[in-house]
């Protein structure tokens, strides 16, 4: 196995900049999701690591080594993509060992790796099948273990399961999650998906335009988002936004009055499930616009001070159009936000 690091990597095609100054480390059997909306670089940087792509500047280590000018084949690493990429004509067993048959292993150690990854992918009955008489999901798990029987060094993966349906994405995401930690091999996995980054991940990095804007646990890129971006585009529904003006140290939101960091413009960040029902002299009005129950909870959508805002309210909550409610944020749950950059404003201490 091996770490990964990423040293101020940037690509430039013509005049466009698909990625600034990127510094990036993943430890050795770290599970790192990029995730990002559409065209911020995610797969970019990962076409850089594995040298499908030439940076513009910077440089990638794997296990320390500079790998910035060598092959994809002689950076020790296997890549899964979106679309399976197994061999039509070949049987899963062929497959499977295709990459050690390549690299002239011998007939002992294809047998042994290539069992081990049959059983940690459990697709033993499926051995002497081709690709087309195996399910999408069959023929994904195929692609996996082809990728894990080299025993690469390093494993990524390019949005691997977005052509699943819903109940096999969610299937095969348990199915990854214990997979990889049974084999220990560092990843690095792209998607737009935050389900599957939140529930799969070590750690994440969320890109927008070419940057990370933050990189953390996924607890804390959730609860502690560090810019509006990520509030935005991390949690569903995602993060509620209020821009406030600040008098004397304080803000006033409704019947509420919270002190506020050192800002002149202010925007206050809460998360719908965040919000709690109140009295009318201790919050602030909320309209509904749509109730929609979701089992374990019911989300409204509707109007305070002028904007969208969605509450996460209780499956029992019964609500109707044009209902006024009253909410206040739970304690210790405000994100502060500076409305010029976008970035995160900490509390100076009482």
Same mark, same amino acid.
């Given at each position: 196995?091996?770490?990964?690091?990423?040293?101020?990597?940037?690509?430039?095609?013509?005049?466009?900049?698909?990625?600034?100054?990127?510094?990036?480390?993943?430890?050795?059997?770290?599970?790192?999701?990029?995730?990002?909306?559409?065209?911020?670089?995610?797969?970019?940087?990962?076409?850089?690591?594995?040298?499908?792509?030439?940076?513009?500047?910077?440089?990638?280590?794997?296990?320390?080594?500079?790998?910035?000018?060598?092959?994809?084949?002689?950076?020790?690493?296997?890549?899964?993509?979106?679309?399976?990429?197994?061999?039509?004509?070949?049987?899963?067993?062929?497959?499977?060992?295709?990459?050690?048959?390549?690299?002239?292993?011998?007939?002992?150690?294809?047998?042994?790796?290539?069992?081990?990854?049959?059983?940690?992918?459990?697709?033993?009955?499926?051995?002497?099948?081709?690709?087309?008489?195996?399910?999408?999901?069959?023929?994904?798990?195929?692609?996996?273990?082809?990728?894990?029987?080299?025993?690469?060094?390093?494993?990524?993966?390019?949005?691997?399961?977005?052509?699943?349906?819903?109940?096999?994405?969610?299937?095969?995401?348990?199915?990854?999650?214990?997979?990889?930690?049974?084999?220990?091999?560092?990843?690095?996995?792209?998607?737009?998906?935050?389900? #599957?980054? &939140? !529930?799969?991940?070590?750690?994440?990095?969320? +890109?927008?335009?070419? /940057?990370?804007?933050?990189?953390? @646990? $996924? *607890?804390?890129?959730?609860?502690?988002?560090?810019?509006?971006?990520?509030?935005?585009?991390?949690?569903?529904?995602?993060?509620?936004?209020?821009?406030?003006?600040?008098?004397?140290?304080?803000?006033?939101?409704?019947?509420?009055?919270?002190?506020?960091?050192?800002?002149?413009?202010?925007?206050?960040?809460?998360?719908?499930?965040?919000?709690?029902?109140?009295?009318?002299?201790?919050?602030?009005?909320?309209?509904?616009?749509?109730? #929609?129950? &979701? !089992?374990?909870?019911?989300?409204?959508?509707? +109007?305070?001070?002028? /904007?969208?805002?969605?509450?996460? @309210? $209780? *499956?029992?909550?019964?609500?109707?159009?044009?209902?006024?409610?009253?909410?206040?944020?739970?304690?210790?749950?405000?994100?502060?936000?500076?409305?010029?950059?976008?970035?995160?404003?900490?509390?100076?201490?009482?």
């Amino acid at each position: 196995m091996a770490d990964i690091r990423i040293d101020g990597v940037g690509k430039s095609f013509g005049h466009t900049v698909a990625l600034e100054r990127i510094d990036l480390t993943v430890a050795d059997g770290e599970f790192l999701a990029l995730l990002g909306p559409s065209g911020c670089g995610k797969t970019t940087l990962l076409r850089i690591i594995a040298g499908l792509e030439t940076q513009s500047s910077g440089r990638v280590l794997i296990g320390g080594a500079d790998v910035s000018a060598l092959p994809p084949r002689k950076r020790g690493l296997a890549m899964v993509f979106q679309n399976y990429a197994v061999f039509p004509h070949m049987t899963v067993r062929d497959n499977v060992s295709f990459g050690l048959r390549m690299t002239g292993a011998d007939a002992a150690r294809i047998a042994r790796q290539v069992d081990r990854a049959v059983e940690l992918l459990q697709i033993g009955p499926y051995l002497a099948r081709y690709p087309g008489q195996l399910s999408g999901g069959q023929r994904q798990r195929v692609a996996v273990a082809r990728a894990l029987a080299v025993e690469p060094a390093v494993l990524l993966m390019d949005e691997p399961l977005s052509n699943l349906d819903a109940l096999l994405r969610l299937e095969m995401r348990a199915e990854l999650k214990s997979v990889l930690h049974a084999a220990g091999t560092t990843t690095i996995y792209v998607t737009h998906d935050q389900t #599957e980054a &939140m !529930g799969l991940s070590d750690r994440i990095a969320v +890109m927008h335009q070419g /940057r990370i804007e933050q990189i953390g @646990a $996924p *607890s804390d890129i959730y609860s502690h988002p560090a810019t509006m971006f990520v509030g935005s585009f991390v949690g569903s529904p995602p993060m509620n936004f209020f821009a406030l003006q600040r008098h004397n140290g304080m803000v006033e939101l409704g019947a509420l009055t919270l002190p506020a960091p050192p800002a002149e413009h202010l925007v206050l960040g809460i998360r719908g499930e965040d919000l709690e029902e109140c009295a009318a002299d201790a919050g602030f009005a909320f309209t509904v616009q749509v109730a #929609e129950p &979701m !089992g374990s909870h019911c989300l409204l959508t509707g +109007m305070a001070f002028d /904007r969208r805002l969605r509450v996460v @309210a $209780p *499956s029992d909550r019964q609500a109707s159009p044009g209902e006024v409610m009253h909410l206040r944020p739970l304690p210790g749950r405000i994100r502060w936000m500076d409305a010029a950059t976008g970035a995160a404003i900490a509390m100076e201490p009482a």
